[in-house]
């Protein structure tokens, strides 16, 4: 467990985010074999129940943790498998044209934005009047065609190249998906098509905003940072009520030797500071191996 820890603290945030997915993939199945063994009610469905966003709003209000939980949430493993393909090969392009940060605003808001034109469509049109109180939606899929829109719509000229193919533009690529979830609205998955939908929407207007000079991303990873912040500060400290958090803006983060780092209470200090100044992503690969001892002591 150590070691699984301290490579996912030292990868980067796209690598991390399919890891958080494995490992809720993972842990669902396993459980749900332990449930079988034992001959108990499937642990699978319940998870899947009360973990993927419903459509339904009389469920939903007393499940609002699942826009959010849904999309870390896989049923199969063909299902996982593609997305996480998706998400590392056009997450990889995403981060050669942006940062950390915008990869996980996108991530997070088409996420959101997917669950929100799910729900909003089945409460809306009458053709799903009848599967409303059963429809459930769940997987990273919105999430991770919000940021294939967004790389495409920033640098629709970039190549793929495919076996047996060549190379395609990943604007054409882009093009498909989105013309695909359209045509497949009326087929038995229609919940997910339009969640994929509100995925490329809110990637559509991130792009947008940016190319104006307004970055929807600074808000939310400034909150991000913060509870990251905080977080880091109750967890690895408990116990410690004399220690100084005291924030300066003027603070040198980089004083202290990058080789030399040690497990002591100034070093932390700083590596803290620096979170909360510039967010976690801005660590080097020093600092974060100083934070992961630190939270393993």
Do not use: C
């Not at 603290?9 to 063994?37: C, M, T």
């Not at 939606?137 to 065609?145: C, D, E, R, W």
């Not at 005291?246 to 030399?260: A, R």
């Not at 002591?264 to 590596?271: F, G, P, T, V």
């Amino acid at each position: 467990m150590k070691k699984i820890k301290s490579i996912f603290f030292k990868s980067n945030l796209l690598i991390r985010l399919i890891y958080i997915n494995i490992a809720v993939f993972l842990a669902v199945n396993l459980l749900d074999i332990f449930y079988f063994l034992f001959n108990f009610k499937s642990a699978q469905n319940f998870i899947i129940e009360y973990f993927s966003v419903p459509s339904s709003i009389n469920k939903l209000l007393f499940r609002i943790w699942t826009p959010i939980s849904y999309m870390f949430l896989h049923e199969d493993f063909l299902h996982i498998l593609f997305n996480m393909l998706w998400l590392y090969w056009f997450g990889k392009i995403f981060l050669h044209l942006f940062d950390e940060k915008k990869l996980l605003t996108v991530y997070i808001y088409s996420g959101l934005s997917g669950a929100f034109l799910y729900i909003l469509s089945f409460n809306i049109f009458p053709v799903f009047h009848e599967t409303l109180i059963f429809s459930r939606a769940l997987g990273a899929s919105a999430s991770v065609l919000g940021i294939v829109i967004a790389s495409a719509i920033y640098r629709p000229n970039i190549s793929l190249r495919f076996l047996f193919i060549g190379d395609i533009k990943i604007k054409y690529i882009a093009i498909f998906s989105v013309l695909l979830d359209i045509l497949r609205i009326n087929s038995e998955n229609s919940g997910g098509h339009i969640a994929h939908l509100g995925g490329a929407i809110f990637a559509y207007f991130f792009i947008k905003k940016l190319e104006k000079g307004e970055d929807i991303s600074v808000k939310f990873n400034l909150f991000f940072d913060k509870f990251l912040y905080f977080f880091i500060k109750k967890t690895s400290f408990k116990g410690s009520k004399n220690r100084d958090f005291k924030y300066s803006k003027n603070k040198d983060f980089n004083s202290f030797s990058q080789d030399n780092l040690e497990l002591n209470e100034k070093n932390i200090d700083k590596i803290l500071d620096k979170i909360k100044e510039t967010g976690y992503t801005s660590l080097n690969k020093k600092e974060k191996e100083l934070l992961f001892k630190m939270k393993n002591n």
